[in-house]
């Protein structure tokens, strides 16, 4: 079975950090661009981040720009967003999603090109 499993939300002040980790199984890891998506409360599902099948490129959406970092271990079929000097317009369900992209070296974190979906992680910039 496909899994992908985002972890590592919480509750955090302005400023602070935290890492989500999005853990894939059930398909060829390494064939595949995963994205971070985000959903406010009201608001439409937004594409945060992608990173490409081999790592070799990235995206951003404006307002992260310098303050959220994707990676990805292919070797553990691990995807992580580290996120920095949080704010509370950050505050969302965070997602995980995937997009067989084998040998293209490209993401691009589009909602309806995604082949599959992890359940969210909240994360809460609070003081």
């Known amino acids: 079975d496909v899994q992908l499993q985002a972890s590592g939300g919480g509750l955090v002040q302005p400023g602070g950090s935290l890492r989500l980790s999005c853990a894939a199984s059930?398909?060829?890891?390494?064939?595949?661009?995963i994205s971070w998506f985000r959903q406010a409360p009201g608001k439409e599902r937004e594409g945060v981040s992608c990173?490409?099948?081999?790592?070799?490129?990235?995206y951003y959406v404006d307002n992260v720009k310098g303050r959220f970092t994707i990676s990805r271990d292919n070797a553990g079929n691990t995807v992580y967003l580290q996120m920095n000097n949080l704010k509370p317009e950050d505050t969302a369900v965070y997602y995980c999603?995937?997009?067989?992209?084998?040998?293209?070296?490209?993401?691009?974190?589009?909602?309806?090109?995604?082949?599959?979906w992890g359940k969210g992680t909240l994360v809460t910039v609070s003081s």
């Open positions: 999603a995937a997009e067989d992209a084998k040998g293209t070296n490209w993401c691009w974190p589009a909602k309806d090109g995604m082949d599959y």
């Open positions: 059930g398909f060829t890891f390494d064939d595949y661009a």
């Open positions: 990173i490409s099948d081999t790592g070799g490129a990235a």
